[in-house]
């Protein structure tokens, strides 16, 4: 499952890249939880919990069905 998480991420990776921030898989739980770490821009933004719900966890469920919720740690 970690393998096609970061799959997904990587497929946004070039989104969040272009507004100079950046996510790293840290862990994928067997609960079905997985723990990101938002960097660059993505790390101080007001508007990173929208980009981590709405944008980075709705792709990766979408790609991995298995996964309940992405968390940022």
Avoid at 3 to 14: C, F, N, T, W, Y
Avoid at 35 to 62: D, H
Wanted: aromatic share 2%.
């Amino acid at each position: 499952m970690r393998e096609k998480v970061q799959e997904a991420l990587d497929s946004i990776r070039p989104f969040l890249q272009a507004d100079g921030g950046d996510v790293e898989l840290v862990e994928v739980k067997e609960d079905g939880t997985v723990y990101v770490r938002l960097m660059g821009a993505c790390g101080g933004c007001p508007m990173s919990q929208m980009t981590l719900k709405a944008g980075i966890e709705e792709r990766v469920k979408e790609q991995v069905p298995e996964v309940k919720s992405v968390e940022a740690v």
